[in-house]
């Protein structure tokens, strides 16, 4: 009870430091991105997210590696076996040597020769789209090395190293942004060399601090037959379901960016970028919360991990709807606050990405509970099939003369059926899993307080003129709105009681 209780403090504790690390990265982030759309604008602004984009699809490698490495030195945690940790460590560093070395090879290939010859970019915009693509190679690389670092602070739960490099991160991009604003330079060009210069010194800091303060992050060459093979089949397979994703989500961008040119992609990557912003108010959760999955499945406490994933699935959900639903219902006035001019479509896109992130983010313990059990060929195959299926619906969709955001429905349909796709196959694995309780206790009861959150909040904004006093009152009217329909709604009795006893214990002091 004490252990679970520890474990507990720890989440809420990690979740914590990861909220300050969100509340400073939005800050920042919706600072700079409305001065580099403007700098850039809109057409340049759209030749980096699809040209950065061709790059991106390479990353479902390193994400590969991400999910394993972070499984592999979690798992080791939980065992205690810090020799093998050490040897987990190791082998991570060479996989991602000789992953870095693959993905720059295929990207000044095939992918340099996609850039040049496929994409809808006018001539004179070609030499800067160029130097955007080998920037963002640079900084796919610099990611891939930086792998097994970030998988220690994660599995160590040192998520106050996040907090801190965030500061410093912060401090960099408005650097940035005041570096664009100087001189004569070609803003686009700046912006990407920029941004290679900023990974490169935060890739220093989280090298610096893992070997300052993990044994086992000092690297040797260390050849373990069985844990390689291990690491690489687990890697393997996880290619498969990332590749999915990669293609998924960069497929997107150049299907639009075939259809309708690079203003479109503009809208789309500006609403991508504000649902990754806001996605991260209950991913900072799930990330607290995974290395305790793993690590009590690994000791043996299978019980106690499911009961983390279910709480996972609700919790991430009820975070993630707190900010959504003021976002959605005030979505244009927002917008046009926030950036001024605002791309055509970019409400409609950010608002379907919202409800389709709000599926995504129940799965996301699912996920994790299926890595810690380290049989994940079955789960990888079916969810890259799945998301793959996305690509054709939304090309029949835009091809038979849908709007621009009309290949969101797709996505919102395919993240339904991951979701139970990914259960069916945990359950099969871990028959502790029950289908019907996760079905309606936890989906439906989910989505039924979404819709009546949703519904309220439509309700009251309709009562108000808005402006930038009403905006406030009625975010903060939808939001203790919101906290007190989870409240009744999604919450069992034993959570009220120790929210309850935790209200009134603060009010004593």
Known sequence: MTNAS??????AKNTLLLYFRMLLIIIVGLYTSRVVLNTLGVSDYGIYNVVGGIVAMLA????????????????????????????????????HIVLAGIIFLIAETIGLWFVNTHLNISIERMEAANWVYQCSILTLLLTVVSVPYNS???????????????????????????LLLLGNFDKLILYSILVVAVALIIRIIYGI????????????????KQLFKEMFAFAGWSVIGNLGFSFKDQGSNIILNLFFGTTVNAARGIALQVNGIISNFSNN????????????????????????????????????????????????????????????????????ALVAALIDVMARPLVTALQATGRIKVFQIAI?????????????VLHY??????????????????????????KSLIPTYRFRYFLFLIVGKNLFIGIVCLSIAWFIHSKFEMNIYTLFITAILECLITSIIIYFI????HEKKWILKKISLNLFK
Not at 323 to 344: F, K, R, S
Request: hydrophobic share 50%.
């Open 6 to 11: 520890e474990s507990n403090k720890r989440i």
């Open 60 to 95: 479902f490698l390193n994400s590969a590696m991400v999910a394993a490495s972070q499984r592999f030195i979690s798992f080791e945690l939980g065992t205690g076996n810090i020799e093998r940790l050490k040897k987990v460590f190791c082998t991570s560093v060479s996989i």
């Open 152 to 178: 220690c602070i994660v599995a160590h739960e040192h998520m106050k190293a996040f907090a801190y490099v965030s500061i410093v991160e912060a401090v960099l991009k408005l650097l940035i942004v005041y």
């Open 209 to 224: 601090y893992c070997k300052q303060h993990f044994e086992e992050c000092t690297y040797r060459f260390v050849f373990d």
């Open 285 to 352: 959760f799930t990330m607290a919360l995974n290395p305790q999955i793993t690590k009590q499945y690994a000791a043996g406490d299978v019980e106690s991990s499911v009961k983390l994933v279910y709480a996972g699935c609700r919790y991430s959900f009820y975070l993630l709807l707190l900010i959504a639903v003021p976002v959605i219902i005030n979505i244009d006035y927002l917008l046009q606050l926030w950036l001024g001019t605002v791309p055509e479509y970019t409400s409609q896109f950010l608002m379907l």
């Open 384 to 396: 890259c099939i799945i998301v793959l299926c996305e690509l054709p619906l939304a090309y029949f």
């Open 401 to 426: 003369g849908g709007k621009p955001y009309w290949a969101m429905y797709p996505t919102i349909f395919i993240a339904l059926i991951g979701l139970f796709t990914r259960l069916m196959i945990l």
């Open 490 to 493: 999604g919450m069992t009795s």
